[in-house]
């Protein structure tokens, strides 16, 4: 069995909140000495001006192994990695490590806009601890990596960013080191550049045998790269272990508080004169409890209304905008006439139809295809992973859908089967 490279033992980090020094050192020694006598015996957690970034995260790495860390913005993936980076110290508990660390934690680490692509490949590549022998070794392939070869004696400051970061993270991408501690390298980069990386991740920790701990939000990239994950929440280990056990967990928890709205009290419910919306829900129709909700799940969207006066020719149309605020798609009811009552709606979207990425639906109704009555904005929200095991493509799929479409290829055996 392969030995411990890195162990995570009872890691805190303590951060304090608001300015940093009040101006006079003899005030913020009185002030450090009031707090540390104050605090030393009770809890600091509660301490209104302090936050715990982290608190009580531990877990093992062997050698060749590639960890994920998954989480939402702001859950302390980055004050982890920057622990382990040896960049900043917890506040309680310790790291063990045996081997050399290198950290790509932001691309394009000692870049000068003045200089050149080839001088920025030895300065960039001497800072995160290359030689020059091993970047002279490496430089031809660094640069047919980049794919910015034709530029390489122009100064960065006029490479288009997309250039920049290609350049930048091929550096970063031939580091040889023991432990390779990468943050969100699925950020940069166009979809082929992005697969390029992760292959050679891929490659260093299954064929060199390399340590990796990676976070992405990316959790296809994360169930592909890696055997192992941690998912922290509000700076704490909310599941650790099997990747996919990890990810399917984290998946469950997204956005269920935006998919069901209920609203008992009529006049409270949104809407106005002429229409109260009494509820929204969006159910996934998953094929089993434990199932995720990614890009092959059905969904059904019902709501439930009541008109508050007699309507004619009455429709309502079901949107749907990405994150962006396109439209993705408008889906008109049919036409109904009726007086005052309640009534109820329901609509399937099939599954293989949508990209991944986040969404949400409106209602708008409509008497006699051109009066608005009343519009319910972002009434849904809801966000779609890509979680196929089956797949090696890591990067983002172009438009708003990808429907499940038969494209076949078929060899053709002369020209004229061809122009046939």
């Not at 007086?339 to 979207?349: D, H, K, T």
């Not at 008497?367 to 493509?393: G, M, P, Q, V």
Request: aromatic share 10%; net charge negative; hydrophobic share 40%.
């Amino acid at each position: 069995m392969s030995e411990t490279v890195i162990k995570a033992e009872n890691i805190s980090k303590l951060y304090q909140l608001g300015s940093i020094g009040s101006g006079s050192l003899r005030r913020d020694m009185q002030q450090w000495w009031h707090s540390h006598i104050t605090n030393r015996d009770t809890e600091t957690s509660e301490s209104k001006d302090k936050i715990w970034a982290l608190r009580h995260v531990n877990f093992e790495l062997r050698q060749g192994e590639a960890f994920g860390i998954i989480g939402h913005n702001g859950a302390g993936k980055s004050t982890f990695l920057k622990i382990l980076s040896r960049i900043i110290k917890p506040t309680e508990g310790r790291i063990l490590g045996k081997g050399k660390i290198s950290s790509l934690l932001e691309v394009g680490t000692g870049f000068h806009p003045e200089l050149t692509g080839r001088e920025n490949i030895f300065i960039s590549g001497h800072m995160l601890g290359m030689s020059k022998r091993e970047i002279v070794k490496k430089f031809d392939e660094i640069v047919d990596f980049s794919g910015v070869e034709t530029f390489l004696d122009t100064p960065v400051k006029r490479y288009s960013s997309g250039m920049y970061v290609r350049l930048a993270f091929s550096v970063a991408a031939h580091l040889e080191p023991d432990i390779l501690v990468v943050d969100e390298v699925l950020a940069v980069g166009d979809a082929e550049f992005q697969k390029k990386c992760l292959g050679k991740m891929n490659d260093a920790t299954h064929q060199n045998g390399r340590t990796i701990i990676f976070v992405s939000h990316n959790l296809q990239a994360i169930g592909n790269l890696c055997s192992k994950a941690m998912w922290l929440k509000n700076g704490e280990v909310a599941a650790n272990g099997h990747v996919k056990e990890v990810t399917t967990s984290y998946l469950q928890t997204l956005h269920t508080n935006s998919w069901s709205k209920k609203f008992e009290d009529i006049n409270e419910a949104p809407g106005n004169d002429s229409i109260r919306v009494l509820s929204v829900d969006l159910i996934p129709q998953l094929a089993h409890h434990d199932a995720v909700f990614d890009i092959r799940t059905p969904m059904l969207v019902k709501f439930s209304f009541k008109t508050m006066i007699p309507i004619t020719k009455m429709t309502v149309d079901l949107l749907l905008f990405n994150a962006s605020g396109e439209c993705v798609f408008d889906i008109p009811s049919n036409q109904l006439t009726i007086q005052e009552e309640f009534v109820n709606a329901e609509c399937s979207i099939p599954g293989n139809f949508l990209n991944d990425g986040a969404y949400y639906f409106s209602l708008y109704f409509v008497e006699d295809t051109s009066k608005e009555l009343f519009t319910y904005n972002e009434c849904l929200s809801f966000e779609i992973a890509d979680y196929r095991e089956e797949t090696n493509w890591y990067g983002k799929w172009w438009g708003s859908v990808r429907p499940n479409f038969p494209l076949t290829l078929t060899p053709a055996t002369s020209l004229s089967a061809v122009i046939k």
